[in-house]
């Protein structure tokens, strides 16, 4: 079974400020999520990748394979960013997801 | 958001009693998923569909079962509930081989009490 753990739990930073979430697993994947979750709000799609680095708008995930480690970064960091952020392993073959309990983030203006 | 819908969005009820949940897509995805979320767990899967009455556990099935008659609908059923089974309740479906991204329904707090 894939561990997931994210660091740090729980972030808050001044508007503006460059933002590092970080993600570790256990078990070799198929593919890294991340996902973020809104207060009391449903749960969308950032990224899946599977090697690399992708870039979207102020957000910029990459993935280490060798080390099993991926991280997520948010540049110019603006209020609308505070949600909580979540990465998710996908195993080999049946792409089922195992969760890290997600990194809550408040960016403060 | 991949057209997809869960209802009820909010449920009540007594130990028990039988729940069904039911999530609904409208774009012909093959893989469907039911995951609980609570905190300090993050989200758990219960079970999943790769297809028309085919389904699988989770981590985290018992207490819980599926059916899937067609490919639209995935219902969650939990049989009596218990008060450990008081969550967030997401559906999810996997996207197409191009993508294997996961887009999420927009939940249902099941209380029970």
């Known amino acids: 079974k894939n561990e997931v753990e994210q660091s740090p739990q729980n972030l808050t930073a001044q508007e503006g400020e460059f933002i590092t979430i970080n993600c570790s697993y256990s078990v070799g994947i198929s593919a890294l999520h991340w996902l973020q979750q809104h207060p009391g709000g449903g749960i969308v799609s950032l990224f899946m990748?599977?090697?690399g680095k992708k870039k979207h708008g102020r957000l910029i995930a990459t993935i280490n394979i060798q080390e099993k480690h991926s991280s997520l970064h948010i540049t110019a960091s603006h209020p609308r960013d505070s949600a909580v952020y979540i990465c998710a392993a996908a195993n080999f073959g049946n792409e089922k997801l195992t969760f890290g309990t997600g990194t809550r983030l408040t960016i403060i203006p | 958001d991949a057209g997809i819908t869960q209802s009820p969005r909010h449920k009540v009820t007594e130990t028990g009693t039988p729940v069904t949940l039911r999530c609904h897509q409208t774009e012909n995805h093959r893989y469907m998923y039911w995951y609980r979320q609570d905190p300090g767990h993050g989200l758990r899967l219960i079970h999943y569909s790769y297809g028309v009455k085919d389904t699988d556990k989770g981590e985290v099935s018992d207490g819980y079962s599926v059916s899937r008659s067609k490919t639209e609908d995935f219902l969650l059923t939990l049989e009596s509930a218990t008060s450990s089974q008081t969550s967030v309740y997401f559906c999810?479906?996997?996207?197409?081989?191009?993508?294997?991204?996961?887009?999420f329904g927009p939940g249902t707090r099941l209380t029970v009490t």
């Open positions: 999810a479906i996997r996207g197409q081989a191009s993508s294997y991204e996961q887009y």
């Open positions: 990748l599977s090697s």
